[in-house]
């Protein structure tokens, strides 16, 4: 292949990151997102990077490296939503030359890159695959805001079929990323990415399950895993909490299940850790109910401050978040409500047809202490939770991180 000319297709969570690295190390890369309001945001944010270097229109041409980095949510019936990897697709058909490469990096089910890129291609360029174009699947595995991994630290898997695809792909990741590992299956490399997700998921959903035993037998489920934590073999610390959000452990697993499924093969492990997850907002919103009831309050005319809308701390991805879930669902529960994370500094719901804005409130010791109950859910970094434990007049915690010697701390 001549100079390689890169183009990333979706800059999100995902395919920015990526984007910064590939021009760190000099790559000619254009990032193309076909959200316009996106691509302003980024050219006013990044404004050292070179003129249409983002793009939301066709400068795509030149290039002939394609990432596709787009979002692969579910549907209402909880299966794959595959149409935004259907309209990268068009766009690359519409640019593609013979001898590109497309390197496909989105979550999706085993036999994905097959069915919705090599064969889709074939089907409307009439190219072939490992003759005209060139194909492979790397899975992004990044985590936000986890400063000890960074996107460059996590070895690259990348899977082909086809040699020279695997050898164009790993001459630019190996550039980038520390290591990259070569899988000559597209199946083995989609599934490698579901697997991660899945043992996340599976493990929340027991730590989620040990919790609620846990409240009935009286144990501390927090210094009970502090503890097994210090074997140092056989053992990985996971712990419990609202439920699971943001873009992959709650959506990905399904793509799993779902292909499975249509080979008569229902996965229990899956669905059931699933189950369990997602019934944490109404378990935490129960117990929160049950907390006040003790402390003599009447819940709808209770006065409540969640901690934290994000999925996890220290980001401001709130997708599918059980920390927004929790808020939404309270809304017609409570007297009042309100919330506090630095974040996520306001949030629009709708509530009656109309939308309605709600603004992060802040910590001062006045707020803190106007609420009959706080309820935390995300633990960022910065909240102070020493000031939020004696200011507070209850609190329920979801994850562990208020002062232990206060009586009015209850813990999840
Ligand atoms: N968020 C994470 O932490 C994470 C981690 C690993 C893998 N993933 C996977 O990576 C993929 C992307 O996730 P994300 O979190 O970056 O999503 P995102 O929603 O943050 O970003 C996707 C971007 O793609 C753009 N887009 C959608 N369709 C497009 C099209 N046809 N052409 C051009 N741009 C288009 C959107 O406007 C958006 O900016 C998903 O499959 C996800 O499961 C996500």
Request: aromatic share 12%; proline share 4%; with cysteine.
């Amino acid at each position: 292949m001549k100079k390689k000319n890169i183009c990333i297709i979706g800059l999100g969570y995902v395919g920015l990151p990526l984007f910064l690295e590939l021009k760190k190390k000099s790559f000619n890369v254009v990032g193309f997102d076909n959200d316009n309001l996106k691509i302003s945001y980024l050219k006013k944010k990044y404004i050292n990077v070179k003129k249409k270097v983002f793009s939301s229109s066709n400068e795509i041409k030149k290039c002939n490296v394609y990432i596709v980095c787009v979002p692969t949510p579910l549907n209402k019936f909880l299966e794959p939503d595959t149409s935004f990897i259907k309209s990268a697709i068009k766009t690359i058909i519409s640019v593609i030359e013979k001898g590109d490469l497309i390197i496909f990096e989105s979550t999706c089910y085993p036999g994905c890159t097959k069915e919705m890129i090599i064969n889709e291609i074939e089907k409307k360029k009439e190219f072939k695959f490992k003759k005209d174009f060139f194909v492979s699947y790397s899975p992004e595995r990044i985590d936000p805001a986890n400063k000890k991994f960074k996107i460059t630290d996590i070895p690259k898997v990348i899977g082909s079929e086809c040699k020279k695809s695997l050898k164009l792909t790993d001459d630019i990741y190996k550039k980038i990323f520390k290591k990259t590992y070569i899988l000559h299956k597209f199946e083995e490399a989609e599934l490698s990415k579901l697997i991660e997700n899945v043992f996340r998921q599976i493990n929340i959903g027991l730590m989620n399950e040990m919790a609620m035993m846990c409240k009935k037998l009286e144990i501390n489920i927090w210094n009970a895993i502090k503890a097994s934590s210090t074997k140092p073999f056989g053992f990985m610390s996971f712990y419990p909490g609202p439920g699971t959000g943001g873009h992959c452990i709650p959506l990905d697993p399904n793509y799993l299940s779902w292909k499975a499924r249509s080979k008569n093969f229902f996965s229990r492990y899956i669905d059931l850790s699933n189950k369990l997850n997602q019934e944490m907002p109404n378990y935490i919103i129960k117990r929160a109910g049950n907390l006040l009831k003790k402390k003599k309050k009447v819940f709808n005319k209770s006065k409540i401050l969640v901690i934290g809308l994000s999925y996890k701390k220290n980001v401001s991805d709130y997708r599918e978040s059980p920390s927004l879930k929790i808020f939404q669902k309270l809304l017609s529960k409570v007297k009042k409500i309100e919330f506090h994370d630095d974040f996520v500094k306001n949030i629009k719901i709708k509530k009656n047809n109309k939308i309605k804005i709600f603004n992060s409130i802040n910590l001062t010791k006045k707020n803190i202490s106007s609420f009959d109950l706080v309820i935390v859910l995300t633990d960022h970094s910065y909240i102070n939770w020493t000031i939020l434990s004696k200011n507070s007049k209850n609190i329920f915690d979801t994850r562990f991180v208020c002062k232990n010697n206060y009586l009015n701390v209850e813990f999840l």
